[in-house]
Nanobody, 124 residues
Framework: VQLQASGGGLVQAGGSLRLSCAVS????????VGWFRQAPGKEREFVAA????????YYGDSVKGRFTISRDNAKNTVTLQMNSLKPEDTAVYYC??????????????????WGQGTQVTVSS
């Protein structure tokens, strides 16, 4: 399974960005897909995830109400819409695929496959 993240860039605080994760090489509908981010000197942080069955969504506390994750099984893509961006959202964003259950969806170890990351920079 391969994942390709795209859509990062530089944006001013309060602005929006839309990240996309294209998944190939597997049965897309059988995987949950998550977004994580990592800022310099910090641990990788859970951002959002969407499960493979039922489409349940989950969000990290720091992005709840500002970010929206969605999946398109026909296009094998997952999108992360990021609104009201803050300087503290600056990080490399990674998408990942796995089969987490609800209690493990926020854990890095629940995901088997990772994309290369895309840089998001929010200026103040």
């Amino acid at each position: 399974v391969q994942l390709q993240a795209s859509g990062g860039g530089l944006v001013q605080a309060g602005g929006s960005l839309r990240l996309s994760c294209a998944v190939s090489g597997g049965t897309f509908s059988s995987y949950g897909v998550g977004w994580f981010r990592q800022a310099p000197g910090k641990e990788r942080e859970f951002v959002a995830a969407v499960r493979w069955s039922g489409g349940s969504t989950y969000y990290g506390d720091s992005v709840k109400g500002r970010f929206t994750i969605s999946r398109d099984n026909a296009k094998n893509t997952v999108t992360l819409q990021m609104n009201s961006l803050k300087p503290e959202d600056t990080a490399v964003y990674y998408c990942a695929a796995g089969r987490p259950i609800a209690s493990t969806v926020r854990a890095v170890v629940s995901y088997y496959y990772w994309g290369q990351g895309t840089q998001v920079t929010v200026s103040s």
